[in-house]
């Protein structure tokens, strides 16, 4: 399959902790985005990294894509309560535009 | 600016029967995207619109499914006739046509096939 791996599939932390989900994929990539979905909601954009960049950072998210594992990690520093949510990683393959996603990390921040 | 909007949030149908999802995207935006979760299951792409015109269908999963792009605006899915197996979120997605790729995502038409 072409939607690869998230892992973990869950993740429980206190809040202030770091949070780390790992995500990879199978073959050529233009681009790799992060999406956060609160319950029961939309797919909100949290950022994107084209295949040419290493690492991207926006406010407390890191994002970094090692193109020869092809793998990318989305870190959250100083975790929120507010940022229980999943996280799905989508890929975008060479030559489309339709983002492939994964499963998906299910993060839990304990106030 | 308004989000990309989806109609009905909810929807309840029998097995059999016909249903009609709507998508307004973001204005401006040439590229429409309709997405799915099935239950247990990853968010799969169904199709892609540039303006009117459909620029890849490859996810749609069968014949029961017919999307269009009247004038390059709004967007209808419809399935005909709806299986239980159709159940899940339908998700829309806009984007711009140029440099960034980001997709902005509406929040989704739950439907439930009985």
């Known amino acids: 399959s072409q939607q690869g791996e998230e892992d973990p599939q869950a993740l429980s932390i206190q809040e202030g902790e770091n949070a780390t989900m790992n995500c990879s994929y199978k073959?050529?990539?233009?681009?790799l985005q992060w999406y956060r979905q609160n319950s029961g909601r939309g797919l909100v954009h949290l950022i994107l990294?084209?295949?040419?960049?290493r690492e991207k950072h926006s406010g407390r998210l890191r994002v970094t894509l090692d193109t020869s594992k092809k793998s990318s990690s989305l870190l959250i520093t100083a975790s929120r309560a507010a940022d229980t949510a999943s996280y799905f990683c989508?890929?975008?393959?060479?030559?489309?535009?339709?983002?492939?996603f994964g499963s998906g990390t299910r993060l839990q921040v304990q106030p | 600016e308004a989000g990309v909007t989806q109609f009905p949030s909810h929807s309840v149908i029998e097995k059999g029967q016909t249903v009609t999802l709507r998508c307004d995207p973001i204005?401006?935006?040439?590229?429409l995207y309709w997405y799915r979760r099935v239950m247990g299951k990853e968010i799969k792409f169904l199709l892609h619109?540039?303006?009117?015109?459909?620029?890849?269908e490859s996810g749609m999963p069968n014949n029961r499914f017919l999307a269009e792009r009247t004038g390059g605006t709004y967007s209808t899915l419809k399935v005909q006739p709806a299986e239980l197996e159709d159940s899940g979120v339908y998700f829309c997605?806009?984007?711009?046509?140029?440099?960034?790729?980001?997709?902005?995502f509406g929040p989704g038409t739950r439907l439930t096939v009985l």
């Open positions: 997605a806009s984007s711009l046509t140029g440099a960034r790729d980001e997709q902005f």
């Open positions: 073959t050529s990539i233009n681009n």
């Open positions: 990294i084209r295949s040419n960049e």
């Open positions: 989508a890929k975008v393959y060479t030559g489309r535009r339709a983002l492939t």
């Open positions: 204005s401006g935006h040439d590229n």
């Open positions: 619109f540039v303006k009117e015109s459909k620029q890849d």
